[in-house]
């Protein structure tokens, strides 16, 4: 009886405050209508034809021996890139958490090497692949005389994809190997067990989860990934780029729109046992904080190895960064290695490089803000607040994580030009800006939302209530109490959605039209035909921009940040 009244009592007080209500129909709203209607119209598409409903179109695909060797060729990558990534993931997570480097300069390298693709454009390393190992590459024919030396297929997306993601699985094993008691392992070596025996007995079985959970992420980024496979593939279909060619090239929209499904559900699948059974288990089987400080490793046996093998992937990744920007100072590469200037004059004289950052710069800049404060308020509702429909936000959020650029890019094609909003307000969003700014929103949403519920979950709850007992409304406790003490999150969750629009290209580069010039379909545009000077000159000035925002954003935290703010009130 109390439960009920108290529930009563909740369900009247969440009804009086109208700023709650309508943000949650305004969110509700906007989920529906950018992220689950648009994967509607894609089943609608597959299912439907002038015939009636059913599977034609699914057989029609499935007929095709092209679509049938992509789905071969992407699980190959996935598979292999998820068990490479996750694998050197630990490497440097052990090194960076376990191990007594000799040198702070070392272990800062390490650090660097394994966030600097974070922060890039995701297609900057094939470019670099190409002019380090193809047929007029630095190493291949100059240093090696290899002069028909093949960098496209399987192992140049392989290799690619791999130093672009192990990143992700970097941070995640980082966080888990931390949280690891170190009395388990030390007990171990009391009783006589060597390094590798603790660490085979103990320390991997405590994180077998997290690297299922890591492998599963990346696996999913892996078959998503379009740029790179589009740029370094060459007859090397996967499903992402099999699809773009559909409904380019041969303009199959209800083709592309089954294998943009079929896709999908492996995303779906994979995203779903990665959510709701590896992330709980990695969090069952760690909780809390390691007890005490980890005594590091200081045996040379151990030290050395894995110093030389994280330092060899660090030379390797350094190059493949600095040929980027040499590529746009040489005027031919390959062949003629004087320095010049001419590319970066292009650029801004030749091939209106200054409206494509215009462009660029102004769109992301205008969705990074929407998608922070959309970010905190999702963490805020679904942390602080009890209502019906909880559920369904965080969900469909989440949702877009695990759809691939190219499937959404799709599925605004088919939703926006011509489903259900033929005429009227939406229906005219194809084919400008917002459309561009609400790809962008929706993209970097579950990285800003799951940023802000570790956030909020660390603030003490009685902080807000003391303010709504004063009679502050939900708006006013959310400005005023909430967001200041998350003020790192969402200033974290501006910059990372600002990189994430201002690199992306899976989802806008069939979106773009001619009013609107991109960085990213610049690149990939010159890229495909081999303008490496141009493409590499967009990339670096692109990459400069994208590290500005970082060290702005870590001076403002710095500055400016809840850290700052606590110690000055100290």
Known sequence: MAKKQSAALDRKKFLADPVMVTTIVVLIAFLALFILYPLAILLVDSFITEEGVGLSIFRRVMGMPNFRKAITNTLKVGFFVGIASTL??????????????????????????????????????????????????????????IYDNNVYGFWGIAVVQTMTFFPVCYMMLKGLLKNIDPSLEEAARDMGASRWKVFMTVTLPLILPGLGNAFLVTFIESIADFANPMIIGGS??????????????????????AMAV??????????????????????????????????LVKERSVTLPLSILCSVMAVFVIMMYICVPFGALFKTWGYDFH?????????????????????????????????????????????????????????VSMLAMAVPGTVLGIGYIRGFSAGVFRTGFLQGLYGTGAILVIVFVVRSLPTGTRSGISALRQIDKSIEESAYDMGADSLTVFMTVTLPLIRDSFLSGLVTAFVRSITAISAIILLVTPQYL?????????????????????????????????????????????????????
């Open 262 to 295: 079929v896709l999908l559900c492996i995303t779906l699948v994979m995203f779903v046992v990665q959510k709701f059974y590896l992330e709980a288990k990695s969090t069952a089987t760690l909780s809390g904080k390691a007890s005490r400080q980890r005594m």
């Open 88 to 145: 050197i993931g630990l490497l440097f997570a052990y090194v960076e958490e376990y191990v007594k480097l000799r040198t702070r300069f070392l272990s800062g390298i390490f650090k660097v090497v394994s966030m600097l693709p974070v922060v890039s454009p995701p297609f900057v390393l094939s470019l670099s692949m190409i002019m380090l190992f193809g047929k007029a590459g630095i190493l291949t024919r100059y240093i090696l005389h």
């Open 518 to 570: 991109l960085i990213t379909v610049q690149i990939n545009e010159f890229a495909e035909k081999g303008s490496y000077g141009i493409a590499c000159a967009f990339a670096t000035i692109l990459i400069a921009i994208t590290y500005g925002a970082v060290l702005i954003m870590n001076l403002i935290i710095s500055r400016f940040g809840a850290g700052r703010m606590i110690k000055e009130e100290n």
């Open 236 to 257: 090397y279909d996967t499903l992402a780029t099999t699809i773009y060619l559909q409904i380019t090239g041969a303009y199959d929209k209800e083709g592309a729109s």
């Open 339 to 395: 320095l010049t200037t001419k590319w970066f004059t292009q650029v801004f004289t030749k091939y209106k490089g200054f409206k494509a950052f215009k462009d660029s710069f102004i769109l992301s800049l205008i969705a990074s803000p929407i998608t922070a404060l959309i970010s905190m308020v999702i963490s805020y509702l679904v942390v602080k607040r009890k209502f019906k429909g909880k559920g369904f936000i965080e969900a």
